[in-house]
């Protein structure tokens, strides 16, 4: 475990001084954990971009927004689906269940969001994606497993399905929902193609659409440059030490979310399991 560990952990380590290393240093060479010629010019540039501040907010506006809106919409749905006394939920569990083998393919869904006009709108990054079949299916069978008595006793008081969803569901569901919303947080934070194709005009850019342009174009690093006019730093920044520092910046967030997620993450990715 500790070999495996460390495999896993090298990279990130070695990312790490890269972004703090000189880029005469790291022309040379063997760099590995520890960065040679410490510099810091690297983060000072990525913060010091007033267009890169924005992308990190739209990428922290994306995720709380693309995670929170789809997931209380599917968990609802999630919930219809599994009240046997509503003669529609078989069906639409089966229209539901289509969708993930069955897809119209990448002209149409653009086509579909020119007529819903949202193509360069901030929306488009959640409402595509507000039910999802899969997540919806997960969290069905863990409300299956619920008491029945407790719906029941809620309708006898005359409690709404829609209260019975908030007030009862969802504190009852809370490693399932806290389990599907770590899977989406991570797929909103790391996505960019969408952004690519659906906004065009750049106002809605994201911090991932900025480093996959650094990370494919040099002409994107040279873009910076020349937009920062910080000659005197790049004498000591190369395109690879400003990379490797967007990789480090893109890559921690995300990552510090684990570690208070994990419990839920081990209850929610065993719902379905077998049991002896």
């Keep these: 475990m500790i070999l495996l560990s460390a495999v896993m952990i090298y990279p990130f380590l070695n990312l790490l001084a890269i972004s703090f290393s000189d880029s005469v240093e790291y022309i040379k060479g063997g760099i590995t954990i520890f960065p040679r010629g410490f510099t810091t010019n690297a983060y000072e540039m990525f913060f010091s971009n007033k ?9 922290l506006a994306r995720v ?26 078989r069906f639409m569990r ?26 360069n709108t901030f929306h488009v990054y959640w409402i595509p994606g507000l039910l999802g079949a899969g997540t919806m299916l997960l969290i069905a069978s863990y409300i299956q497993n619920l008491p029945d008595g407790m719906m029941e006793s809620a309708r006898i008081d005359g409690c709404s399905e829609f209260l019975i969803y908030c007030r009862i ?9 806290a389990c ?33 342009r ?4 040099a002409e994107a690093v040279k873009a910076i440059q020349d937009e920062m006019q910080k000659q005197s730093a790049m004498k000591t920044m190369s395109p690879e030490t400003l990379r490797a520092a967007t990789s480090v910046i893109v890559t921690v967030p995300i990552l510090l979310v684990y570690p208070f997620v994990q419990r839920f993450f081990i209850k929610g990715v065993t719902i379905g399991a077998v049991k002896a």
């Design 51 to 59: 267009r890169i501040l924005s992308a990190a907010f739209m990428s």
């Design 64 to 89: 709380v927004v693309g995670t929170t809106i789809p997931l209380f919409c599917t968990g609802l749905l999630a919930y219809v689906v599994s009240i046997r006394s509503f003669s529609g939920w």
């Design 94 to 119: 089966i229209l539901f269940l289509v969708t993930m083998f069955f897809s119209g393919g990448l002209i149409p869904s653009y086509l579909l969001m020119i007529n819903l006009r949202l193509i």
């Design 169 to 177: 569901v969802i504190p009852t569901s809370i490693p399932v929902f």
């Design 180 to 212: 599907m919303a770590l899977f989406a947080a991570v797929g909103q934070w790391n996505a960019w193609f969408d952004t690519v194709l659906y906004n065009k005009n750049g106002q809605y850019d994201t911090l991932q659409v900025i480093l996959q």
């Design 214 to 217: 650094l990370l494919t174009a």
